[in-house]
């Protein structure tokens, strides 16, 4: 099973969602992208044991419009 991951610029940093299942992270480190995407979809329960990540890009997301992403009823655990 393939799941995409849109990847924002947050600054100095980067914003990844993973639209299938409402969560977001913020990654700091740009080579960990899909190893943190992958450990955040797997996070959520309802993945299947073996699944692809499609990384996608996104643009860029200042901090203001990032709270109200953040109010969304489903979002991830990572806030700056």
């Given at each position: ?23 977001q992270?913020?990654?700091?480190d740009?080579?960990?992208i899909r ?22 890009l ?8 990032f709270?109200l992403?953040?109010e969304?009823p489903?979002?991830?655990?990572d806030?700056?």
């Amino acid at each position: 099973m393939l799941f995409s991951v849109q990847v924002s610029c947050f600054g100095t940093q980067w914003l990844i969602y993973a639209p299938a299942f409402g969560v977001q992270r913020i990654v700091a480190d740009k080579k960990s992208i899909r190893s943190e995407a992958r450990e955040m979809i797997a996070r959520c329960g309802a993945a299947p044991r073996e699944f692809e990540v499609e990384l996608e890009l996104g643009r860029v997301v200042d901090k203001s419009e990032f709270r109200l992403l953040s109010e969304s009823p489903r979002n991830g655990d990572d806030e700056p």
